[in-house]
């Protein structure tokens, strides 16, 4: 099957709230998907609701071809998840809790084998409630692998967490990818979702607003590549009725966008041309970041200015 999960139009209500207001996606088997967005974006209900948790109020999904609501105990069988805030039993240790699960689900996993694919063989005795943040989500992956899921829903898995305990997760997720499984992971981390995402799509107040792989979303969405040179603003006034190009002066720099290749060269002979001292240049380009906080602050202001009244 080529699409792990389809989701056509999906709504969710709480009362008045649309907290997830009309969204469609596909996820392509045996990659990983990254839903981003600020907290409250609706990345956990419609996570939930592709779990079989949540019920949706509108809408199509499918998950490895079942509906999650109506096929749960089926679907449940297949999928492995780790909750937002995931936490356990203080007294039981990774290695009770694996044994403990492979029951509730018939399965039959070996403890110090888990443990190992997720780095955390040297704690299997460890009471969970010793476990450092790090430590307890990766209790949480070698849970939801318990059954040798063909889906991994992984909800904000490195939020709170130090760097590197988060690139331990990483590395995780990209075993988990290399096996063949597909991966939905949510975060509001940029750069992880850059990192480990083959697709992302960014949501924000319950509605997508940008999807693609990063370089697409950066392409599609980002300001054009920048000449960057450490200069006074005099060399931007100089540069500005030279060049039909946006020329711009932040923080000790003068950035002069670039429309097509040849406009780096057009530039360097203009700034060496105008004798104006100058110190070493550079490109820059807008990171899924800087797109993402474009994206949702454009979307906030005309949320404002819909609001306002005349
Ligand atoms: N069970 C619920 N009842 C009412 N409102 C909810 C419930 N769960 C979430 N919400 C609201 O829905 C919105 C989206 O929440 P959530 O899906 O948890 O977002 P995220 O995971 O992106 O932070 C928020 O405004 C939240 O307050
Ligand atoms: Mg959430």
Redesign the pocket.
């Given at each position: 099957m080529a699409d792990a999960i389809e989701v056509e139009h999906l709504v969710k209500r709480?009362?008045d709230?649309a907290?997830v207001a009309g969204i469609d996606f596909k996820v392509r088997t045996g990659t990983v998907f990254s839903f981003l967005?600020p907290?409250?974006?609706?990345?956990?209900?419609?996570t939930e609701i592709l779990e079989g948790l949540r019920r949706r109020t509108e809408g199509t999904t499918r998950v490895l071809g079942l509906d999650p609501w109506d096929d749960a105990t089926a679907l449940h069988r297949r999928i492995g998840v780790i909750p937002?805030d995931f936490r356990f039993f203080d007294k039981i240790t990774p290695r009770e809790a694996i044994r403990y699960y492979g029951a509730l689900f018939h399965t039959n996993p070996d403890p110090d084998e888990l443990l190992e694919r997720v780095k955390l063989a040297d704690k299997a005795g460890a009471r969970f409630d010793t476990l450092s943040g790090g430590q307890k989500q990766k209790m949480g992956l070698a849970l939801a692998l318990t059954n040798d899921p063909e889906v991994c829903f992984l909800d904000e898995p490195t939020t709170g967490l130090d760097p590197t305990a988060r690139r331990a997760i990483w590395d995780v997720i990209r075993t988990l990818k290399s096996e063949g499984r597909t991966v939905f992971l949510?975060t509001h981390y940029l750069e992880e979702a850059e990192l480990l995402a083959d697709q992302v799509a960014i949501?924000h107040h319950?509605r997508i607003i940008a999807t693609g792989t990063p370089n697409e979303i950066i392409s599609a969405h980002g300001r054009p590549e920048r000449l960057r040179f450490q200069a006074s603003p005099a060399l931007a006034e100089y540069l500005r009725p030279k060049l039909a190009l946006p020329v711009t002066v932040a923080d000790g720099r003068v950035e002069v966008e670039l429309h097509d290749k040849a406009d780096a060269l057009r530039v360097l002979s203009a700034v060496d041309a105008s004798g104006i001292p100058w110190q070493n240049f550079s490109t820059t380009q807008d990171t899924l970041e800087d797109v993402f906080v474009r994206l949702v602050g454009q979307m906030d202001d005309g949320a404002l200015k819909s609001e306002t009244p005349a």
């Open positions: 709480y009362g709230l907290a967005g907290n409250g974006a609706g990345k956990t209900t419609t937002q949510t949501i319950g």
